[in-house]
């Protein structure tokens, strides 16, 4: 059974900067797309940033984001990153990091698409 653990989040001012993980284990961690998700009050859950298995690490970002987070995975450590700069308020929100086989590149943002997901971490951006 494949589990996910995030950590890094926190309270960060607007500007600065959080680095999140997440651990990948129970799996062949090579034949998961990983993702990583958010979901602030009220709103319905976003993709931030998706990096598809066998891609060889190229990554897909919400317009969001773009130049401001960056998505990496280590096969070796089974982890995925998420470095966030540039902090906004807007940013503020719960942070998942999701795991699925079988997303096709139109599928890719869509959270059912995904087959596991971690309990999440609160990131807080404060003015």
């Known amino acids: 059974q494949v589990q996910l653990v995030e950590s890094g989040g926190g309270l960060a001012p607007v500007g600065g900067s959080l680095r999140l993980s997440c651990k990948f284990s129970?799996?062949?961690?090579?034949?998961?797309?990983m993702g990583w998700f958010r979901q602030a009050p009220g709103k319905e859950r976003e993709a931030v940033a998706v990096i598809k298995r066998y891609s060889g690490g190229t990554t897909t970002y919400a317009d969001s984001v773009k130049g401001r987070f960056t998505m990496s995975r280590d096969s070796a450590q089974t982890t995925v990153y998420l470095q966030m700069n540039g902090l906004k308020a807007e940013d503020t929100a719960i942070y998942y990091c999701?795991?699925?086989?079988?997303?096709?590149?139109?599928?890719?943002?869509?959270?059912?698409?995904?087959?596991?997901w971690g309990p999440g971490t609160q990131v807080t951006v404060s003015s």
């Open positions: 999701a795991a699925g086989r079988g997303l096709i590149t139109s599928t890719l943002r869509i959270p059912s698409q995904y087959d596991y």
């Open positions: 129970g799996d062949t961690f090579n034949t998961y797309t």
